[in-house]
């Protein structure tokens, strides 16, 4: 696959470092010290230039290309170069970055719109994410897949649970829970009936959404994994206040925190159901008459970063039940979880995640990695022509040139938790386990 990306900062970048790998990659940007870079640490080709004019994109081959990504700062540039594109090369797929959620609602509700093929929004993406983390406040990571039929959660295992020091096969896991991996900040293992549960370690879990319910109650038996009710959001952006419409799709009440006053007055018309309070968020006085300590989770999602860490920090330490913190720079992700932040969400990983899976084998309906990109969980739909097909599973995986860890099948709108014996039917969807350096050859083996 040829693939043009037309803007290489950090998303832009990190896209075609993913690629560069399996396809024909090609990067323009005006910076010229970005290209410097990127050709320094990937095989691409570069061209230096504006990706929105005509004989710019004609140099970089776009008439030729099967994906154009449009990944620069600016929302009306992506989406010219977009539809430029698509202009200039019919058979293309093209895909615009955007972050003004309002070019977002209007694609999604007239496609032909912007004549762009597919829209992907960083602080929608984000806010959905959060959002699914409520649902299960005490794990670290969690996405849903299959329409919310299937849910992959990863808990660290603390030193009080009462599977800490287990192996597998001495636990009694529940019919709608698979363990598909472990990790420590130094390896990664699939899980066999063998591999021990260390106090410390993080566990991936794919499952039906009760019964990982329920195991993160066998896990945490003092925590309540129940849907978290008392939410506060600090930061009034834009994911402060995606994450608080949809959370009040849900039924919920949070309370959310702004300093500027225009801000605050507007977002207050916009949220009915959420409590606007106008203040500093860094404040701990004020944190703490605003009753942080009696919150089963906070969302701080400020900008910069550095902010972003005092406040969860000040969260943690005042006693709230759970921090959350939106971080944007990955190099910053250790600090916060260094610092005690139970769960981190990267934005710019969020839009990766969402043009990667545009990229894959046909049939990938999602794609989610896991651990710094160690590993990736994705949903696949079996043709006829699959080898896995008719076969049982612990024979047709033999068809396959490395591991994988198969956690749930879809099938007809049902789930099924497979075992060895379970027989795979073309247009199974399968939510599945792979470590990322070998997850391509897994796919298409598939």
């Not at 540039?77 to 594109?85: E, H, K, M, R, V």
């Not at 649902?135 to 660290?156: D, I, K």
């Not at 896990?219 to 849907?227: A, W, Y």
């Not at 610092?339 to 710019?348: A, L």
Request: aromatic letters at 4%; glycine letters at 8%; a negative charge.
């Amino acid at each position: 696959m040829k693939v043009v990306v037309i803007g290489v900062g950090q998303v832009g970048s990190s896209v075609a470092h993913a690629l560069a790998g399996e396809h024909e990659v090609i990067a323009v940007d005006k910076n010229a010290d970005r290209l410097e870079k990127i050709r320094s640490e990937t095989d691409v080709l570069t061209y230096e230039g504006n990706g929105a004019r005509v004989d710019v994109l004609e140099s970089a081959e776009v008439q030729d290309a099967d994906l154009v990504i449009g990944s620069t700062s600016d929302d009306r540039s992506n989406i010219l170069i977009c539809s430029t594109a698509r202009a200039m090369n019919r058979g293309a797929f093209t895909i615009a970055r955007v972050a003004e959620t309002e070019y977002l609602a209007t694609w999604s509700q007239l496609r032909e719109a912007f004549n762009v093929d597919f829209m992907v929004g960083a602080d929608h993406l984000t806010a959905r994410n959060i959002v699914e983390v409520v649902g299960l406040p005490t794990a670290r990571n969690v996405e849903h897949f299959g329409q919310g039929r299937v849910v992959m959660a990863e808990f660290t295992v603390p030193e009080a649970s009462p599977i800490a020091g287990k192996t597998v096969e001495d636990l009694r896991l529940t019919d709608g829970v698979n363990f598909v991996a472990v990790f420590d900040d130094e390896h990664m293992e699939i899980v066999r009936g063998t591999t021990c549960l260390r106090p410390g370690i993080r566990l991936l879990v794919i499952g039906r959404p009760r019964q990982v319910e329920e195991f993160a109650g066998t896990l945490t038996p003092k925590t309540s994994v129940q849907s978290a009710r008392r939410i506060m959001i600090l930061g009034g952006g834009e994911i402060g206040y995606q994450t608080a419409r949809m959370l009040e799709q849900r039924g919920l009440q949070p309370r959310l925190v702004e300093k500027d006053p225009d801000r605050a007055h507007a977002l207050a018309q916009e949220l009915p159901d959420t409590l606007v309070l106008q203040d500093d968020a860094t404040d701990p006085k004020f944190l703490r008459r605003q009753g942080v300590a009696d919150t089963d989770l906070v969302v701080s999602a400020l900008t910069p970063d550095e902010r972003n860490l005092l406040t969860s920090t000040l969260s943690r330490d005042l006693g709230a039940g759970r921090v959350l913190s939106v971080v944007h720079r990955d190099v910053y992700e250790s600090v916060f979880t260094s610092s005690g932040i139970d769960t981190t969400v990267n934005p710019r990983r969020e839009v990766i995640e969402e043009i990667l899976r545009h990229t894959r084998v046909r049939g990938i309906e999602k794609i989610t990695f896991v651990e710094r990109d160690r590993g990736e969980v994705v949903e696949v739909e079996l043709t006829a022509e699959s080898p896995l097909v008719g076969h049982p599973i612990e024979e047709a995986v033999e068809t396959v040139p490395h591991n994988f860890v198969l956690g749930a099948v879809i099938r007809d709108g049902e789930v099924l938790i497979p075992r060895g014996q379970t027989v795979l039917k073309s247009r199974d969807h399968l939510v599945m386990f792979v470590e990322t350096d070998v997850s391509a050859e897994v796919l298409e083996a598939l």
